[in-house]
């Protein structure tokens, strides 16, 4: 009997900061799976509600997890070392993405998972990170560390929303071609988020292991919050703080419903925010909003999920308002579950 040793996953990092476009291009690239294989996601929300895994195929062929909670670029590994363990054993899948949250260092990520440990398991491929081009003329947006620390970490950089860039934004993105071309990024305009699979699926380039003193180390695991507990009972709400920037979250019932035009100026009244999710039951049927501070973008579609909504702020907001006049959009004021 012939031996058939597995082969290591092709496994693509697809980072980028709020808003600009990750899941988006991963819903394409995803729409490129051959019919006899077998894709996996393993998406990270820096939150405890999961959203963009509800937007994702749902049909055979597509396993999509969430990690929730938190960052699996800077926080322990060993959730993410789980949830992939466990991903790759339970769906066996012939290509992985993997698409951390906004706020995260995609540089630690592929780092963690270029170590000796996982080479039998998955091949990493050249990582990307997605900017948003419509944005590049906004200097306070752009020059954020974090904005700048995930395409430093580029190998591939895709520029999302092309058909939506100014000549200010042209410019801007030759000089920032200019300026990180010691890095030996490779470059692309794309809009709609479509771009061929072949075009990125390269190895990924070597990464150099950076040693911490195993105090340091030690002292990041006692600061490491433990996993949130499973949700059971709705409605549910949270917010907590992770460095500079803080997440609020609510989910109720999928029978609630909400009305459409009032959800919208609500969310559209809100100030100081980077990034708002959400998915609603409403009187013009089942909405995804998708908002960045440039862009209010939402679609009508179908769901299998309940109302939830997750908004990241590095501002300090008066929640308990907020969501008073998020329940004042109900349609429906009944208790049903």
């Not at 294989?37 to 749902?58: H, S, T, Y």
Request: include cysteine.
């Amino acid at each position: 009997m012939k031996l058939v040793i597995p082969q290591a996953v092709p496994t693509h990092i697809i980072s980028g900061f709020l808003g600009a476009g990750k899941t988006t291009l991963l819903q394409q690239l995803l729409l490129q799976k051959p019919k006899h294989e077998v894709w996996a996601v393993l998406m990270n929300e820096f939150g405890q509600i999961g959203i963009d895994q509800q937007i994702l195929p749902n049909e055979s062929g597509y396993e999509v997890k969430e990690l929730l909670g938190g960052c699996m670029c800077c926080s322990s590994q060993l959730p993410l070392h789980i949830a992939l363990a466990r991903l790759l054993s339970e769906t066996k899948p012939d290509r992985l993405f993997i698409e951390p949250t906004g706020l995260g260092h995609p540089a630690q990520l592929l780092e963690q998972l270029s170590e000796p440990h996982w080479h039998s398991s998955i091949q990493m491929r050249a990582l990307i990170t997605v900017v948003d081009g419509s944005r590049l003329h906004n200097q306070a947006w752009v020059e954020q560390h974090l904005y700048q620390d995930q395409l430093k970490a580029a190998q591939l950089v895709v520029v999302s929303h092309h058909d939506q860039m100014t000549h200010a934004d042209e410019q801007a993105l030759e000089q920032f071609q200019q300026e990180y071309a010691p890095y030996a990024q490779t470059w692309f305009e794309v809009s709609n988020g479509i771009l061929a699979l072949a075009a990125i699926d390269r190895p990924s380039l070597a990464t150099v292991k950076r040693m911490q003193p195993l105090l340091v180390q030690q002292q990041r695991n006692i600061e490491i919050k433990q996993a949130p507990q499973q949700i059971k009972q709705l409605p549910y709400h949270y917010v907590e703080s992770n460095g500079e920037y803080s997440v609020a979250g609510w989910k109720f019932s999928r029978h609630w419903q909400f009305d459409f035009d009032d959800l919208f100026d609500l969310l559209s009244s809100l100030e100081g925010w980077l990034r708002i999710k959400a998915i609603f039951h409403t009187n013009q049927g089942w909405i995804t909003f998708n908002f960045n501070p440039a862009q209010l973008n939402y679609k009508t579609g179908q769901a299998n999920t309940d109302n939830r909504i997750e908004i990241i702020t590095p501002l300090s907001q008066d929640w308990l308002a907020f969501e008073q006049a998020l329940l004042a959009c109900r349609c429906n004021d009944d208790d049903q579950e």
